[in-house]
DNA sequence: TGCAGATACTTGCATATTGCAAGTTTCATA
DNA sequence: TATGAAACTTGCAATATGCAAGTATCTGCA
């Protein structure tokens, strides 16, 4: 099992710098991806299950445990019998979207082969995603 | 020992998607921490293995290895006999500059108790850290 | 009644990565 | 010849990741 204490926060801080501070909050591989997806208005464990990069399930619950935890999304139920949930941003996450903005630019820029993404994308503010 | 191939690079693109083709870069818990010491001046393996943080040694080397690859940063000899080595930023790495910013303000404004950051650093920019 | 299909996860297990502590290499200097 | 500094490397235990398959709770339809 994936440790319920882990990589994704649940560490005692590792020093008092912001930077640490944030990398012990989304410093892997995945939860980026998984807010990414959230940010582009998927909103179900399955929708956030078939992103191009094919996260496995395991992780994907591991991350969204996480990610809740440390309120950067909450778990809403969105009917009943049998009951479902849905992830939604909090203000601690869509507040992420300048940084994901950043990450995509220094992307655009060095990395070569990526997608093109749309100007509008640029123009988000985390006001726009909270929304509902 | 640290596969050579592995966590911050070296895979095959998972997507065509920046924010993941950058978290193949620096999707991990300890690349970004490596770059915000260079940023922050220090240039040499026993400056950057002294940070709080304390990264582990191997770790450290693995990072640097990774980083000189994907040409983030430069590996340049500052002495001979013995020959010593230090590490520099490419345009590639001090143009992540903006991402620890975004990073830095995120954490400031949703993480308590992290360490007040100097105006100043958020006036900075990549092109401050080309010089040399 | 009963069986297929959705949806949202969980479990087991092999492999890969991390972290710790100690060791190695190459000189310079005393 | 001995000590020290700087930059790594090595061995190994502890964790985390990734894959494939399984479980739980209903709805809808035969």
């Known amino acids: 099992?994936?440790?319920?204490?882990?990589?994704?926060?649940?560490?005692?801080?590792?020093?008092?710098c912001p930077v640490a501070n944030a990398l012990d909050t989304?410093?892997?591989?995945?939860?980026?991806?998984?807010?990414?997806?959230l940010v582009m208005g998927k909103r179900r464990y399955g929708e956030l299950q078939k992103s191009p990069e094919n996260i496995p399930s395991n992780i994907l619950a591991?991350?969204?445990?996480?990610?809740?935890?440390?309120?950067v999304i909450r778990r809403v139920p969105y009917q009943e019998r049998p009951?479902?949930?849905?992830?939604?941003?909090?203000?601690?996450?869509a507040d992420l979207l300048p940084i994901l903005q950043a990450v995509t630019r220094w992307s655009g820029r060095h990395i070569p082969g990526g997608w093109q993404v749309p100007e509008r994308f640029f123009a988000l503010t985390p006001d726009d995603l909270k929304r509902e």
Request: net charge positive; glycine share 10%; charged share 45%.
């Open 62 to 71: 591991d991350r969204l445990r996480q990610l809740e935890r440390l309120e």
């Open 83 to 93: 009951r479902r949930y849905e992830y939604l941003l909090t203000e601690k996450g």
């Open 26 to 37: 989304f410093g892997d591989r995945w939860t980026l991806i998984v807010i990414r997806d």
């Open 1 to 16: 099992m994936v440790d319920d204490d882990a990589k994704a926060g649940g560490r005692l801080p590792r020093s008092g």
